[in-house]
């Protein structure tokens, strides 16, 4: 359109300039031509058009959409034609809904949708559907709400607390990859961002999972005195067993050696003792004291 109005306005500047001529009117024929000149360079510029980094632009010509998708940075193009740019960089689509749980109960969720458009696609988006408002409208929060509503009813109220989220979030993308009206982007992820339970199944849950986590601490506990008692009973066998070892091999004869050699040093020695000899013929000696 633009391209339409710069040729009509240098040829009037033109006209213009010819008037002026035969006038002899320099002023005036020097406005015109001015004039003229800068029609002519914003109708020159219209042959060019510049698609920015992370976008795509499909060109549209009354009506006739070409087939080929016009790529980031400086593309030659009909300047009769509108050209109109998609972003193709990752986006980010944020909805609350309420779904329903295995349960039957209606659960409040936050939760986003990351994607991003294939440029090779865009033209045929544009084709179908429309410019990018009209796709996300038509087709991307449909078909994000129904797929999210189908995949929590396979999961409990509870799981969404759980390990099972992240579970649960990788379905939502798989499914939402496979379906057919949205093949023109790439899904990147479907994280929650929050969820939110009716007020006495929160504090449920929360109750059910302090009793779940105080029971793996008790046997945790009870685990460890085993190992304890096991310990003990396994120090107190071995020195049973030391003990039993040592016992057999202290004989009346060892007794009787180690008795007559303390007797032999006691005599040798220049302190004076007291010495208390055994009972019997076979009685050791037994020191009281000394100086």
Not at 116 to 127: G, R
């Amino acid at each position: 359109m633009l391209f339409v109005i710069a040729i009509i306005a240098a040829v009037v500047a033109l006209v213009v300039f010819l008037n002026a001529k035969k006038r002899f009117s320099k002023s005036e024929a020097a406005f015109a031509l001015i004039g003229m000149g800068v029609a002519i360079l914003i109708a020159v510029f219209q042959v060019w058009t510049v698609i920015p980094a992370g976008h795509a632009g499909v060109v549209d010509f009354l009506g006739y959409v070409g087939d080929n998708t016009l790529k980031p940075g400086v593309n030659i193009v009909n300047p009769m034609a509108n050209v109109i740019k998609f972003d193709t960089r990752k986006q980010e689509l944020k909805e609350t809904m309420t779904v329903p749980s295995k349960e039957g109960l209606s659960v409040e969720l936050e939760i986003s949708l990351i994607f991003k458009l294939k440029m090779d696609n865009v033209n045929e988006i544009y084709k179908t559907v429309g410019d990018f408002d009209e796709y996300l409208q038509k087709l991307i929060m449909p078909n994000f709400r129904s797929v999210v509503r189908g995949v929590t009813t396979k999961y409990e109220a509870k799981s969404l607390y759980t390990a099972d989220r992240e579970r649960l979030e990788e379905e939502i993308r798989v499914k939402l990859s496979a379906v057919r009206e949205m093949s023109e982007i790439v899904i990147l992820s479907a994280p929650l961002r929050q969820i939110v339970l009716p007020s006495g199944l929160t504090a449920s849950i929360e109750e059910k999972l302090k009793a779940e986590q105080e029971s793996q601490r008790m046997e945790f506990v009870l685990t460890r005195e085993r190992q304890e008692a096991d310990r003990k009973r396994i120090e107190a066998q071995g020195i049973a067993d030391f003990q039993d070892i040592v016992a057999k091999g202290i004989s009346d004869q060892l007794l009787k050696w180690k008795g007559i050699e303390a007797t032999e040093k006691l005599a040798s020695s220049t302190n004076s003792k007291i010495v208390v000899i055994g009972s019997g013929k076979d009685g050791l000696p037994l020191i009281l004291g000394g100086q």
